[in-house]
């Protein structure tokens, strides 16, 4: 019988519908030790769990959903601590940068609904003339 690879499993593995997470729970849902994910803490920013008021890490989704982001960059990808780190600002950066893009141009026909009173014929004729002018 072939045994499951652990990395595989923790990869498509469900994260429970909490809204925080202990450490020894992040632990085990992804297969690392604490001391890992402490370690992991100093070395990337975006990795900051809350403090309870006892001291215990409290991880959001976020948090677990980064961990094994970073996981599968270390151990599947074979990343160094700084790949890992500059791919994951940089894909940050990415994402910001693509959500600033303006939207697609939209066709002409849902510019210009024909729900629109007729009286507004010559004015919807200039428009689009001037629409084929700017492309």
């Known amino acids: 019988m072939k045994m499951a690879d652990p990395a595989k499993k923790t990869s498509s593995q469900e994260i429970p519908d ?7 729970e992040v632990s085990r849902l992804a297969g690392i030790k ?7 803490e100093s070395e990337f920013a975006a990795l900051g769990p809350k403090k309870s008021g006892t001291g215990h890490r409290l991880f959001r989704r976020k ?29 940050g950066k990415a994402e910001t940068v ?16 024909s729900a629109l009173p007729p009286e507004w ?3 919807r004729q200039e428009l689009r003339s001037i629409l084929d002018l700017l492309d």
């Open 18 to 24: 909490k809204l925080y997470f202990r450490i020894g």
């Open 34 to 40: 604490p001391y890992v994910l402490r370690y992991w």
């Open 63 to 91: 948090d677990v959903e980064l961990v094994l982001e970073i996981k599968r960059l270390l151990y599947d990808k074979r990343f160094t601590i700084e790949g890992a780190r500059k791919y994951l600002e940089n894909r």
């Open 98 to 113: 693509e959500a600033a893009k303006p939207a697609a141009r939209r066709p002409q026909g849902e510019l210009f609904p």
């Open 121 to 123: 014929d010559a004015l």
